[in-house]
């Protein structure tokens, strides 16, 4: 009887996205909620800008670095077990950053934290690939979106802490991450293996070559400028532009920017059957740098600044759910590897670079370092082209099966 209850009760299709929507959130949560502390941080541990990165860059490696890994070990032992693991223990971890009181148990905190955020991902979406129907472009935009929004409102929860003098009671903020990876734990039917009996091995080089490698470059170059303006902007504003740490700007510059990425991940999902893969991928990173180089010139408040900043999202964002579907159908027997490569290893190496980005900052003065971080973008979509253009050549010289 219990088991018959329970199999009403499992979930699918919407409710399945639905579901990893909110998951993704709560997940996401907290690394907007990091980017928003640096400059309280700063002013705590009298931290210079290096060290500021180096929170960034720990986060980035621990939670997308060895997504590929947890991505292999979800296609071995369960992905919904793996799902639900990881966004408790990403949730309960990291809900401790606002109250640490020294740098140094900052570091391991968000060192272990970030593990279960890289167990998530690639699990959860391809959770999110097997409740799509019919547009999987779509489904990954939403699943994007979910992580995408919960950083926009990482910025906004953490500032109305910040502002009220709420931060002790941060912790709190463990109870919706805890709350959903039960709910996947316990309404997410158990997923199908390959039915060829493949399994995806814990480190596959040959992964790395050929489209899917290019693709993972690509992402990296992409991710360099998000990373470089989602945590950079705030002390951009604060350092160069004369703003205070608190100022309702700095939080709604990230928030504008993340829910604008989220919004274009979505979009893209839903014009990617109208046009070629290279052209939304490729053409979206190049038209990012308009806006990027006007944000960087404009009145930080104004009108025509939040303009920028939610184009300088949505384009940025734009192609990203569209090259993770690319990947899969690259290599459907590792969909949750190939999954951890796109949504985590490449965050993972721009966040670690973003070491790179912190030196400059220090080095030649925060206009100089936010204008160096936009140009990745331009080897990156050439890279994107490459790849997908090799994908369709590939797809188009298979020979057909006569009826």
Known sequence: ????????????????TVLLFCAHFFNDLFAGTLAALL??????FDA?????????????FSSSMLQPLFGAVADRVGRRVVAAAGVVTSSAILSLMGVMPSPWLLLPLLLFGGLGSAAFHPAGISLARSA???NRGLAMGIFSAGGTFGMAMGPLVIGLFLINDWLHLSPWLMAPGLLFGMLIYLLVPPQPRDPAGRKSKFFDA???????GLLCLAGVLRSISWTAIINGAPLWLVNARGLGPTN????LTVTTFTISGALGGILGGLVEQRFSRQALVTGSMLAAIVPLVLM????PGSVFYYLCVALSGMLINGGLPIMVVSAQDMAPHAIATVSGMMMGLTWGVAGVLY?????????IGMNAAMAISIMPLLPGAVIAYRALRSRVTVATSMPTKAP
Do not use: C, H, N
């Not at 070491?355 to 080095?363: D, S, T, V």
């Open 48 to 60: 210079s800008e290096l060290l500021l990165a180096a929170f960034v860059a720990t986060l980035s």
């Open 248 to 251: 309702a700007t700095l939080f």
């Open 355 to 363: 070491l790179g980005i912190g030196a400059l900052q220090g080095a």
């Open 206 to 212: 040959d992964l790395f070559k050929g489209p899917v």
């Open 296 to 299: 960087l010139l404009s009145t």
């Open 132 to 134: 799509a129907t019919r």
């Open 39 to 44: 400059p309280t941080l700063q002013l705590r």
């Open 1 to 16: 009887m219990t088991v018959t209850l329970r199999s009403r009760l499992l979930v699918s299709g919407t409710s399945l």
